[in-house]
């Protein structure tokens, strides 16, 4: 394939998969050895939706991730609109979890929600809706701003997201909470 060509396929694989995608998961996805032309093609797209001043744009977020998304000026705009994520309970009830004790180990989520979580987290990570990034023996969690625009907040503000998510928690789950905070002062006791 040709530059224009190979940009196209680049444009179109961040555009369906509504999620931050690495250069290597569009290379292996694509069928693009070159991470540098891979890289390259992701910011001539991004160029070309800045010069046309685009509500769409294409950015680096994660670290080493690029994503398609609605620029946040619009985003607020046109939310209403969006698609609901299509959740079961459970996934529901570990994104709440998540959102509200953010950034929080995948470890403690498992042992709040038990092992089904592990399915839970692989499933709304697919989604874009939280991230992961490795942290000592396990994995951090939060949330994105794919989650932030999804829910109606105004940006991927932990503190937001944990006190609009606190009394729906608490009444879920006080006791589980209650039993987790009580471990991490005992865990700190002992340090």
């Known amino acids: 394939m040709g530059l224009i060509e190979d940009k196209a396929l680049v444009e179109a694989a961040l555009f369906v998969a509504g999620r931050?995608?690495?250069?290597?998961?569009?290379?292996?996805?694509?069928?693009?050895?070159?991470?540098?032309?891979?890289?390259?093609?992701?910011?001539l797209i991004a160029a070309e939706y800045a010069e046309r001043k685009s509500a769409i744009e294409v950015v680096r977020v994660l670290g080493d991730k690029y994503v398609m998304q609605v620029k946040q000026e619009y985003s607020q705009r046109v939310i209403h609109?969006?698609?609901?994520?299509?959740l079961r309970t459970g996934e529901l009830k570990t994104l709440a979890l998540i959102a509200y004790l953010q950034p929080i180990e995948q470890s403690k989520i498992i042992k709040l929600r038990g092992s089904q979580a592990y399915e839970h987290i692989k499933h709304l990570l697919q989604m874009g809706l939280i991230y992961a990034e490795p942290y000592e023996r396990t994995k951090l969690l939060g949330t994105t701003q794919k989650f932030a625009e999804l829910y109606g907040f105004p940006e991927n503000d932990p503190l937001l997201i944990k006190e609009a998510f606190k009394k729906v928690v608490h009444a879920e789950y006080a006791d589980l909470i209650e039993k987790l905070e009580k471990t991490e002062k005992d865990k700190n006791r002992t340090e």
Request: hydrophobic share 40%; net charge neutral.
């Open 20 to 43: 931050p995608l690495s250069v290597k998961e569009l290379s292996k996805a694509l069928g693009i050895k070159s991470l540098d032309y891979l890289e390259k093609l992701i910011e």
């Open 81 to 86: 609109l969006m698609p609901k994520p299509d």
